[in-house]
């Protein structure tokens, strides 16, 4: 394997570690590191990844189970190493102190996890727009301003804008993305366990519906259970109406998240990185307060603010529908959102602000990182 990636010269490492399930986190920036137009591999560390990775990129494709493969996998030649994740096993490529490590997340989202502290061990932090820097500001995360870099959200590029308000549609298409309940109860944002109400009442409006689940739903049997009360509903609703409601693999595996966002002419998620791509639309999105926050729902999750909020016991469903599928008074209010959280570059372009901040990584005058003063690393969170 050493003898043929140097043969290779990679200039570049997307280094992947992950729970299953996980290939979306890393299959959304391959095409993206491919236009970087600079040889590169993939090292992955589990080997449940090899076929639907390998699938999806022309590069060289490795799994290092061991550090000792890791050491004939990281050749000279390498000049960086992109992240996708925070994944505990990535200490196990940071030590390679001569490469610039560049974190590029999965995502952008007003979550917990999003401003997480560990992020500070990276050269580079690629955030997709100012918001994301100040969230780290607001969760108490010192990371000094020169590690940032507002790259944008090249993935959103082909998101199709509606700039001006649309007249509301009788039978509107709505796309709901329920989240995970996450792997801590303050990081819990899953709207499933009263996603029947707001499932029936956009029935009753006429919508036709793109369930569009996270991965990890299936993780949580009561997850599990509330996602498959909603197929019922769907799958009767359209055998009485014929409205064509998409779900499962129709709507997860069948359709990329760009896909489902075109299709749709609104939102309802909850707290998730799928608002900020959806933003890029300019389409009314509703957001699912599942905590205890109330008025200050919008201070912890300021993305809320362009939107609007459905209460946990959904008492304001009705009120929030008008608003969402017919009025939409805060359609102004979204495109100041989309540059913050989203970045202010010309359309034509966007993706190019990526791409050349990447390159600026594998310059020619390209040097090492300074030597890190050897004091621990804080232990990494998956």
Excluded at 341 to 349: K, N, R, T
Aim: glycine share 6%.
């Amino acid at each position: 394997m050493g003898r043929a990636l140097r043969r290779h010269q990679p200039e570049f490492v997307l280094y992947f570690s992950a729970p299953p399930g996980s290939e979306y986190q890393v299959t959304m920036w391959l095409p993206y590191l491919e236009r970087i137009g600079r040889p590169f591999l993939v090292l992955l560390r589990e080997p449940e990844f090899l076929p639907t990775v390998a699938a999806a990129t022309r590069a060289p494709v490795v799994f290092c189970p061991t550090l000792k493969t890791m050491d004939e996998a990281l050749v000279p030649s390498l000049r960086a190493a992109f992240y996708v994740n925070h994944g505990a096993k990535n200490s196990h490529c940071i030590r390679f102190s001569q490469l610039t490590h560049v974190q590029l997340h999965h995502g952008d989202s007003d979550k917990a996890p999003s401003a997480n502290p560990v992020s500070a061990i990276f050269d580079k932090i690629f955030v997709a727009g100012p918001a994301a820097i100040e969230r780290y500001a607001r969760a108490g995360v010192e990371i000094p301003a020169e590690k940032f870099v507002v790259v944008g959200r090249p993935q959103v590029e082909v998101i199709e804008v509606r700039r001006e308000p649309a007249t509301a549609p009788a039978h509107p298409t709505v796309l709901y993305t329920p989240t995970w309940t996450g792997h801590h109860a303050d990081a819990n944002y899953c709207s499933l366990p009263v996603a029947e109400t707001v499932i029936r009442r956009l029935l009753d409006r006429g919508a036709t519906v793109i369930l569009r689940a996270h991965p990890y739903t299936a993780q949580n049997p009561a997850s599990a259970r509330q996602l498959a009360r909603l197929t019922e509903l769907l799958t009767a609703d359209r055998a009485k109406t014929g409205r064509a409601h998409l779900w499962g693999a129709a709507a997860g595996r069948d359709l990329t998240l760009t896909e489902c966002v075109n299709r749709a002419d609104a939102l309802v998620s909850d707290v998730s990185g799928v608002i900020s791509d959806w933003l890029y639309s300019g389409k009314p999105y509703a957001v699912t307060d599942m905590g205890v926050d109330g008025e200050h729902f919008v201070e912890r999750f300021p993305l809320a603010r362009s939107g609007y909020v459905l209460r946990r016991d959904m008492s304001n469903v009705d009120e929030v529908l008008t608003e969402l599928l017919e009025t939409d008074p805060k359609a102004a209010d979204r495109w100041a959102t989309r540059a913050r959280y989203l970045g202010d570059f010309p359309a034509e372009s966007y993706a190019e602000v990526f791409l050349d901040a990447a390159r600026r990584q594998l310059a020619p005058d390209w040097t090492a990182p300074a030597p890190r003063d050897g004091s621990p690393l804080p232990s990494p969170a998956a």
